[in-house]
């Protein structure tokens, strides 16, 4: 047992049920809805996902929630203490991974953890005591004083994990923790974070990897245009968006098979660039018919979150802005 | 939860949001405890390299001093009652402290407000906007006082000058310091890049060097530069410090000091509100 990262009794008796609440919130930036009328809440122990094309509001949903910005209206209440008045105090048992990296870059490893530490008003030997059970947590011991430019991305990313517990949180907010990792170094994130989880920990993330989102999260908002379009238990919001199979057409001819094809078999058919997304709650006659068209290539899956998600955003292109 | 906002946001701020928005940003300073934190980073990365810090603090004035002190020195007559190397001396003292002060200010602050993002980690915190400007202000005071003890060190190793007196001239280097680191924050704060820094430093601070007294009389000074020069707050700086250095109580303490810190307090509350405006977008 990792005993820094271990949540005691006194703890979990001092963390609100509810550990976030944010009720209406707006924000408007020249002349644009960045957030326009978000609410929900987070139960102590859930890890609550945050789904929504580039530009929906997620970071500034998150910067309004840490006090960092003004909302235009609206109520947020975190760790019970009311923001962005009291924000600060609120912060005292927050951690943040942020969608960049900005580790010290003029410090060790084991430093940037030391500095931080000092941020949240620690003593040093608090700090140095916690400092190992971090360092293991993030299977970054090995790298205790190297220099953040010898990591590789995915070290980086599992050292400001660490960091962000560095104050023993309750409750942690993550802005694309994967964003930029390979596969592996991606898994070894959620495991973590299932571990975090396993303590008693609660997370706010936000992702638009819908796979991180489908295993890691107990509900999601999805969120458009600064408002929320749904909200569940994801496997429920696929059941009830969503067919449950889904055919994949691609190859030499799909679209033109798909214009051609008898739209009774299937509930909704969908083609985007050069593939068509069939989705039937009886996948048979799709699939007998594709069975007479080599030249087609396609894959049958069970819905996912992602078709939830095309489904409700939609499939144009959203800007970085 | 208080009560509830249901009317529609509108898209153009009214001006009740305006005015929140300028309670936030002109709120009065709120020092507090966590500025030491923030010192501390600095004072960590600094002491890393300790010894090249040390090493430039003290060879730097060497080579000044000795080139244009004993080289140029020899061949003008005495300033004021001193020699050109004494009056040298105890303006570069002076010259050397801004320099420290602002470079740690506009560069150093700049890095890692914009390139590394160290700022955006602390706001991270418990720590705020508020913090992080103290911080800085009073890690550049600390830096460019280190530059002028080893200044001091030169100034009695060249046996330039000896008094006690010299010894009232650290107070000041302090104080001059977190005016200066101020003033560099507003600058700070409204970068664009590093060449809006470059700039200032061109456009304002070199030829402030120049109208303070650091190289050659102020009064060797056509009028009406004069009439500026006397509002500079390096000139005030070198006012104090110089006479000190030479040996005897300087003149216009009072209304040196009081210009020193009245702009010292101007700018960094300026600075703050300039920083809130940008970080707390």
């Not at chain 1, 190992?132 to 953040?148: G, M, T, V």
């Not at chain 2, 020699?83 to 303006?91: E, M, N, P």
């Amino acid at each position: 047992m990792i005993t820094a990262l271990a949540p005691t009794n006194l703890e979990s008796q001092r963390t609100p049920e509810v550990v976030l609440r944010v009720h209406d919130l707006r924000k408007v930036y020249g002349g644009a809805r960045v957030v326009d009328g978000f609410s929900f809440n987070i139960q102590r122990g859930e890890c609550y996902a945050l789904l929504g094309p580039n530009g929906a509001g997620k970071t500034t949903t998150l910067r309004c929630c840490l006090g960092l910005t003004e909302p235009d209206g609206g109520q947020i209440e975190l760790l019970g203490e009311p923001v962005p008045e009291r924000a600060r105090h609120a912060r005292v048992r927050v951690g943040v991974v942020p969608q960049l990296d900005n580790l010290d870059p003029d410090f060790s490893v084991a430093e940037n953890l030391l500095v931080y530490g000092r941020y949240f008003g620690l003593p040093d030997a608090t700090i140095r005591a916690r400092i190992p059970s971090l360092l293991e947590f993030a299977s970054l011991a090995h790298k205790k004083n190297a220099w953040i430019g010898e990591l590789s991305g995915g070290m980086k990313r599992r050292l400001t994990l660490a960091r962000s517990l560095v104050n023993d949180p309750d409750l942690i907010f993550m802005d694309e923790p994967t964003t930029g990792l390979d596969p592996q170094a991606r898994h070894l994130i959620w495991e973590r974070l299932k571990q975090l989880l396993a303590r008693g920990k609660t997370i706010l993330l936000t992702t638009h990897f819908m796979d991180e989102a489908e295993r890691l999260a107990h509900r999601l908002a999805v969120i458009d245009h600064g408002a929320k379009i749904a909200e569940g238990i994801p496997r429920d919001l696929i059941r009830s968006h969503i067919e449950a199979h889904v055919v994949e057409v691609y190859g030499d001819g799909a679209t033109e098979w798909a214009q051609g094809f008898d739209r009774s078999d299937v509930s909704r058919l969908e083609v985007s660039g050069e593939t068509a997304f069939c989705y039937a709650a009886d996948p048979a006659p799709i699939l007998r018919d594709l069975e007479t068209r080599p030249q087609l290539r396609y894959l049958h899956r069970p819905a996912n979150l992602e078709d939830l998600f095309l489904k409700l955003t939609g499939r144009e292109m959203r800007d970085e802005s | 939860m208080s009560s509830l906002q249901q009317t529609p946001t509108s898209l153009h701020p009214t001006t009740e949001d305006q005015a929140r928005r300028r309670n936030v940003l002109f709120a009065a300073p709120r020092p507090s405890r966590r500025f030491i934190p923030v010192w501390r980073r600095n004072y960590l990365v600094w002491r890393k390299y300790l010894f090249e810090r040390v090493l430039s603090n003290i060879i730097e004035p060497l080579i000044t001093l000795v080139a244009f002190g004993y080289g140029l020195g020899s061949l003008l007559p005495d300033v004021g009652g001193a020699s050109y190397l004494q009056f040298l001396a105890s303006g570069s003292i002076c010259m050397s402290v801004m320099y420290s002060a602002k470079f740690e200010s506009l560069w150093g602050a700049y890095s890692r407000m914009e390139t590394q993002k160290t700022w955006a980690g602390i706001m991270n915190t418990p720590s705020s906007i508020d913090d992080i400007v103290l911080g800085e202000v009073a890690w550049a005071g600390t830096k460019a006082l280190v530059t002028g003890i080893a200044m001091l060190l030169v100034i009695w190793g060249l046996n330039v000058a000896r008094s006690p007196l010299t010894l009232l001239a650290l107070p000041v280097v302090f104080l001059s310091s977190l005016t200066f680191s101020a003033m560099a924050l507003i600058v700070n704060s409204l970068a664009r890049g590093y060449d809006t820094l470059s700039n200032y430093f061109v456009v304002v601070v070199t030829p402030m060097v120049f109208l303070s007294g650091v190289f050659f009389p102020v009064e060797q000074l056509p009028g009406w530069l004069r009439a500026i020069a006397q509002w500079l707050p390096l000139a005030a700086m070198v006012d104090v410090v110089r006479p000190l250095i030479l040996g005897h109580l300087p003149g216009h303490l009072l209304r040196d000091l009081a210009l020193l810190v009245g702009y010292g307090a101007a700018c960094y509350y300026v600075a703050l509100i300039l920083t809130r405006k940008r970080l707390l977008k």
